[in-house]
Structure formats: structure tokens, C-alpha cells
């Protein structure tokens, strides 16, 4: 790997250190009103931190990080205020209080965001609304809290400075010093961030933003992850809101308003989305305009220009600065993705995926049966799952066929649990599974795999791959180890550090087969796995589906009529929702009226 | 009495709550025929009122003001679409963004022109009573406005063929297309129809809510609570979404605060969406 090659994957670690200590020399240098307003700066930039990690990586446009930032603000000042002179030191007690504070505001309106599965533009519009609540419920709040006075619109006095000794007579830093405090706090900050959104939290978290219903098909609890993140964006945002009270010494309801609001967003987009380090550049960029733009005329419309700024972002620069200058440095280096061109055709050696079965059933227990007993759905007037009553069970693989429209996948949406059924119920093995929300279903050994492949287009097919095993495994080197075997056993190796979205159809078709795998599945279904699939995968797959069908239960649903004669297995024919012929595909060939449905002749039509 | 004091709180609570609609309507449209949020939606509502403010004081009477209103916010709001919106189709969060950043243009240079404290114009007086209570007349008369632009958006959504080209354009993009409809045209005159309601609800909430640079924020927030509710459905969803919330709300602040009003709006909102994460209307079969 080349020293570029090298620099670029740890730029995120690289530059912002530098920066830091960069900083840090100046901080001793520059002018004391200089490095006052530049204190400013970089709590925006930690504001900003909080929305990338929300918004970049969690995919949630959030409106109300500055409604963490104002309560955290609040919050924290209050206790600072009361217990600061005690100790002398003000941040011991501002900053984790603040940082509270706002992580529980953050899970309280997360709650109810993400555990009642909100549509993105309702989550954006209820954050943004949460804001503008606060804004006009804090302009008459008034409260008195021992020492510390919260007078509406008047705002809040008397918030100690920063203070960093102990002791009486500790004095607040001047502000050079406050400077460079500021600059530590964030640092520390900053690679924490990093390293929690590097680790497997900050994976899970980017698999949401990409594809949340796979994700949960792999059997994480996407609205549990999706709070976290939302919990830790908050107290991020809050513990920014404690130190600007601490540097302002005076807090006021203007902290909620929508030109507050307004320049998070815009510190992000400046630096670049999802970047982390991007939301403090923007903010120093952003910070030095208007401080050298300074009062006069020009200045004193600072508000006016931000709002274009803000439109000319969104029209003409999507990927800010770093993100820009990332993909300049990327376009110099080789190509990791090169590999996928020189994939060869996917071969299923059954021996070697009998053995990966096998150890599945030692891990995850024997197969189990699924079955529906009178499922019914309906949207309106049209009932694509009438009363179908059904038991699959291990040993042949089930087949579910039947015309455009018949209720197939719709049947199967019923079992994954994608449809909630109107009546009737759906079993796992013992467990009643009609109410049980999905990820529960592919943990009690549910494995599913849709029509479309469903594969994360930004990891690597072994991230893909080491993503799913360790849903399962909740062990990170066991995970390793099932995602190698299901690797090779795939022949991808050549392309394990490709990215998933560089593959071509029919292999992303076999990495999302090979994710299902990861699982350990009791029970598996699929949805038209040979769609788009060469002739020759298809023999593959057919292959595999049996050898699958003698470990596991398999239900698949399939045009290719062809497909199904080769699995040689059990077929049910759907017509209309209901169930209108079962037996093999030899019977069936000879029964008329199958035909007829196939063909719309004659009066079963 | 009792019954008497009962009446006077419905009845201004209805009137609330078509206060409410009028200036919902304009963003239920825009959101429904073309999918996009407009968070400049109060802004449009400002200058509305502002036009029709300056009109007034020019020496036009009140009720000519309003289509003047209607005018200027509709040409604003086509030169709007044709700049920013129409670059944006189907990236709803990048529409969000730059709206937002018009919305804060849009105040700070009202901020500019007509400096932060401005007149409002006197309430036409009439009164109605009902037994020992007298309510003013003209927020009574907002019921009938609210109920007279419901029937105008419906009829020209189902009657004009413009209505028709944008509605197909919304449902089946690709076939609008195919069969000859240009939908950029189609969406700029919605886009501008959803800013002329606006300006037309700033313009008559006049005389009950006077022209400030900031009046935009205070209206748009029940305004987009109100379609996020609504749902896909978005013109009889907002109608009954804005009697309820508006309504409630108003019932709430006549007997306590206002800000209590609006915490009510706020929760109940909430609560709504955790029953209906994607809007009331999400399973219904009518589709405006």
C-alpha cells in the first residue's frame, strides 16, 4: 500500500490531530479577543458534530439539535451555577450534566420518533417543531433553582466562566487559555466519536442509514440503535450547549430560535456530510466569514447571507469540502474495486455448504417448522391472502407458484412479518409469531431474502458479509470466522474488499444469499431468487436450495417454472389469495385446471 | 349561561381552527400534488400580508388588496420554483434545506424594508351576539373563507384540466409524461398556486394577525404539524387534522394559556404520529 493509500485511510485520524495541535500553538499567540469569538467556534463545531452523527451517519435529518444544545445549555448553567462555587472547577459539573440533559431529551423525543417507526419527513418536521416549542415556551418560563434564576425572556445571568482549578479562589481562564480548553474538550471529543462510529455500533448505525430493512432482516433492532445514536447525538449537542454557557456566562431563549437552528445544517453541509470532522471546519469557516466580514453593512446582514449560503449549498455543493476534496484524492489512488471485473461464475460446492449447515444446526438448533393457520390480509377490497392455511417443514424444499397477482409474495410478506395479518396466525416452531416484529422473527431463525438483492452498497463484501454472522454471533471474531467460510464457499475471496455496489447483479444476488446464510436460519424464504440470474446460476442455485432443503426448512417463490421442476420438491399453486392446487410439479403439469389459471382460459379464470 | 359560554368557545374554536386550515391549505397543496415541503410556507404567508398591508395604506380598498396579494405571491412563487425548486425534484430533504434558507432570506429582508414593529389595519368591526356575549365578526367570517378556498382547491384539482394534469403528474410521473403532459410546467403553476393561497391567507388574516417579519414561524409550525398528520392525503386530511388540532388547541388556550395551547398542539401531534406514523390518511383509499 502506497503512502497516500496509507494517509487516506487514516485521514480522519491525521489531519484533525494535526489541527488540534496546530490549534493549540496558536491559542498561546493570538489576540485574547480573537480567541474568545474562536472559542465560539469550535462549541458550533461540536454542535455540528452532533447533527453528522445524527444526520451523516444515522440518516435522520434533525431539526432540534438545537433544542438538545439550549436545554443542555439551561441545564447544565443551573448546576454549575449552584454546586460550581463549592469546587471551584466548573466544567466537572456543567459539561456531564449538560450532556445528560440532553441525551435524555434526545431519547425522549427518539422514543417516540423511532418506536412508532415514523416516515423521515415526519420525524425532520417533529424536530424542527420541538425547537420552535421550546423557543416560545422558554420566552415566559420563569423559575428560580437555589441560586440560579431562569427569567423568560430575560434570560439567565451569574453562569460561571470556565474554571479548571480547584479550590475557593480557582479563576475562571482567560480567555487564550479558555481557548485552548475548548480545543482539548472537542478533540477528545472528536476521536471518541470517531472511534464509537469505526467500531460496530457506528457500522450498524451506517447499515440503517443505507438500508433499514435489511437491517433488520439480519435481526438487529434498527429503532434501539437508532435511539442510541439519536441519545448520543443529544448529549454531544447538550454538553456544546453547557460549555457555551460557561463562555457566554449568560444564556437568553434566542439560543432556540430558528437563525440558531438554521447554521447547524450549514456547518455540516460546508464541511462535508457524514465526515464528522467536516461540521468544525465549517464552523470556523462560517465563524471567521462573519468575524471578518465583521459589523458595517455587509456584516450586519450575516443573517441574509447564511440563508443563501444555505441554498447555494444544497444547489450546487452536495459534498462539502472534505467530501469534495475526497473524492479528488480518491480518483489519484488505485481503485479498490477493480477486483469485481475479474469475478468468475459463482460454483456451490455442496459438501463444503452441508458442513456450514451442519455447524449452523450445532449453533442455532434443529430446523423448525413454520406454518399459517387461516392467514388473512387485505388491502381495501382486495384480499391477496384469503384463509391460506399451510405447514412447511424440513426435508424438501417448498415451492410457491401461481399468476401475476395470485398472493404469493404477498403470502410471504404475511410470514416475515412486512404485512401484519388482519386475522389468523403464524407460527415458528413453537412460538406464535403473528405480532412479532421482524428482527424477532430472524432471531428466533427466520432467514429472508427479497426479490431485489439487498446488499449494503457502501461496505465491502466482506463487511456485508461479517455485518450479517455477527447479528448472530454478537461476537466479533466468530463472526469473522462465518463470514470467511461463507465466503469462499461463495468464491467471492478475490473480491472480499470490493464494494458490495460494485458487484454485478447476479453476485450481489449470491452475497445477499450468502447473508442469509450468516444467520444460521431455521427457516428460510425466498422471494424469486433466480430472477436475473444466467442459466448456469441458476442450475447453482438449485443446487444449493436442495442442499439447503435437507438441514433447513425452505419456502421459495418462483416464476421459472423450470426452476421449480429441478428443486423436485413440494408445490403449492396460489390463485386469487387462496390455495387452489398442492402436490408435485408432475401432478400439477397434468391437472387442467392449473393450466387454465396459467393460460385464463375456461371458467376458473 | 352556561350553554351560552359553551357556544361562544366552539364557536371560537371553529374559528380558530379555520384560521388554522387557511393557512395550512397553500402547503397541503404544494405537498400533495408535488411531494415537497415548503419551509418558506409562512414567509409567503408574510408577504401576502405585507402586500396587502402596503396596498392598503396606498389608498386601495382592503378587499382589492387581497387579490393584489394573490398576485405578487404567485409571481414570487413561480420565479422561486423556476430558480430552486424544480432543480431539487425528489430529493425532499435538499428542498427542505433551500426553503429553509429562503424562508431566512424572505424575513431578514422584510426585516430590511419594513423594520421589525408595523401597523396592522383595523379589524372591519361588526359583532354577532350569542345570549350575554358578543363575539367579533370578522374571525367568525374566516369559517366561511376557510370553507370557500376548500371547495375552490377541490373543484379545481377534479374540474380544470389543470387540476388533472397535476394530479396525474403526482400519481403515475412516468404516464403524465408519456401521455404529453410536461409536468415541469404543471408543477411550477402548483408551486405558485400553493404560494398565491398563501399570500391569499396572509392577505385576509390581515385584520386578526398583523404583518411582522417573524409571523411566518409562529404560523408554519401548526401549519406543518397539520399535513405531517394529514398524511398522503393531504387536502380532507388537513381539512379534519386542522379541526381537530386548531380546534382542540383553542379550546385549551381559552381556558388556560396559549402556551399551554400550543404544548397541547404539540403532544397531541405526537400522540397522533405514534398511532399513524405516516399520517391519518395514509390507509385511506381517496386520494385527495
Redesign the interface.
Known sequence: MSISENLYKHAGLVFPAGAVVLALVFAGQIDPYLAFVATSWVIFGLLGLSLDVVWGRGGL?SLGQTAFYGLGGYFGSVVAINLAPATGNSLIWALPAGAAFGALAAAALGY?IFF???????S???S???T??LW??TQ?FKLDVGEASIGGDNGMSNIPGIVLGFGEDAEPLGPNAAFAAAIVIAALLYFFTRWLMRGTFGRIVDCIRIDAEKTELLGYDVRKYQLLNFAYSGALAGLAGALFGLWANYLNPSIFS??EA?LV?IYV?VGGLGTLSGAFLGALAIGALSFFLGGGAVGG?T??I??????LL??FLQNGILGGLGNLWRKSLSDPNEAARNAGAVKIDSTVLGEILQDAAKDAGPAKNMGTDEAFKQF?GVIPVNKVTQTFTPGKPYSLIGPNGAGKSSFLKTCVGMYKPEGGTVTLGHDDITHAPIFDRVRKGMGVKNQKPQVFGELTVADNLWTAAFARTHDTDKAEEVAAKILSMLGLEGQSGVQASALSHGQQQWLDIGMVLCLAPRVVLLDEPAAGMTNEETRELSSLVRTLAKHTTVVVVEHDMEFVRTLEGHVTVLHQGEVFAEGDIETLRADDRVLDIYLGRSEHV | MELDFLATVLLSSLSSASILLIATIGLAVVFGLMGVINLAHGEFLMIGAYTALTVTQAGVPYILSIPIAVAVTMVIGAIVELLIINRLYGRLFDTMLATWGLSIVFYQLAVLIFGTVTPGIGMPQFSIAVGEYSLAGYPLLMIGVAAAMLIFVYLLMTKSVYGMKARASIQVPHMAQAIGIESSRTNMLTFSVGCGLAGFAGAVLLPIVPATPSMGFAFVIKAFLTVVVAGPVTLTGSAITALGLGGGASVTASFMTSVVGDVFFFVITALLLWLYPMGISAKWRRKL
Open positions: 435529518l417516540v412508532a417507526r415514523m416516515g423521515p419527513l415526519q425532520t418536521i417533529l424542527y417543531t420541538f420552535l416549542l416560545s415556551v415566559t430558528v437563525q438554521l445544517p453541509l446582514q443573517t441574509l447564511l440563508g443563501g449560503v444555505l441554498i444544497v444547489l381495501g
